[in-house]
Structures are given as C-alpha cells and as structure tokens.
C-alpha cells in the first residue's frame, strides 16, 4: 500500500478553508489551533512536485506565496477586514524539499493608520528557510 504525503500532516493542522481561486490551485494550505497563551499564529503546507523549481526544491515564487498568504490570512483572522500587501521583503536561507512538512509562524504588530506590519519565519526539518516583513493596507468590509 502507497501512503499519500497527507497523511503525514502533524497533530493539530487543519485545511484551511478557500481564500480564493489562486489559493485553492496551490494548495491545500493549514492551520494550527492555537493554545492558551501563543503569541504566534501558525500555518503549514505539504509541497508537492507542482510547487518545485527545476532543482527538485520549493520554487522561491512559492515560498514568497505561502509568506505573504499566511501573514494575510493571519491579519484576516484577527481583524475581521480586506486587505492588501503593500511591501514584502524575504531572505531566503535554506532550500524547501518537495514532501517535507513546512511551516509558519506569524507575528502581527498594531495597526496604525489602517496600515499594519508583521514578521513571518518559514520553517522545514527543523530550520529557518525564508523569513519575511511585510505591511498591509487594511479596508473596512
């Protein structure tokens, strides 16, 4: 019997619902309830062949995705509003293999001006792969 790469999701992951019809061709993409007293929201993302570069390594188009969409998704959540990426910037530090589990943590700073900023650490085999800040313009629904 062949085992599918989604059975090796970790403990406490759950598929994300739709954010879109560009996030349902890329993923599925998780999210990780979160304990009494975190301070990170945290998500998680199985790559497949489809998200490789030619090297067999996660394209850094993806890893620039699952950075900005995660901090996204964490800024929806907590305030319940549209928004936009206004910046983006990433250091990439370590390749991504396909089939290895990754990894977010998000950090949100307070809004000011309906503009707010946020760090984000992309994580596999337990080291930092990519890191990112980023700020985003916020509107009311």
């Known amino acids: 019997m062949v085992s599918s790469p989604f059975s ?10 739709s954010r879109g019809p560009f ?11 979160p304990n009494a007293g ?9 790559p497949l062949e489809r998200h490789a570069n030619s ?7 993806m890893i620039s995705t ?7 998704q964490a800024i929806a959540e907590s305030y319940k509003r549209k928004l936009v990426t206004l910046t983006l910037n990433i250091e990439f530090k370590h390749v991504i293999p396909i089939h290895r589990w990754v990894q977010a943590d998000i950090e949100l700073n307070e809004i000011e001006k309906n ?3 946020g760090v984000a650490s992309l994580s596999s085999r337990n080291r930092t792969c990519a890191t990112a800040k980023a700020t985003f313009r916020l509107f009311n629904r």
Do not use: C, W
């Open 8 to 17: 090796n999701i970790p403990e406490g992951f759950h598929i994300l619902q």
């Open 38 to 46: 975190d301070t990170a929201t945290v998500f998680g993302f199985l």
């Open 23 to 33: 996030a349902d061709l890329n993923g599925p993409f998780y999210r990780k309830l």
């Open 115 to 117: 503009v707010i900023s």
């Open 55 to 61: 090297l067999g390594f996660v394209h850094g188009g």
């Open 66 to 72: 699952l950075l900005d969409g995660f901090m996204a």
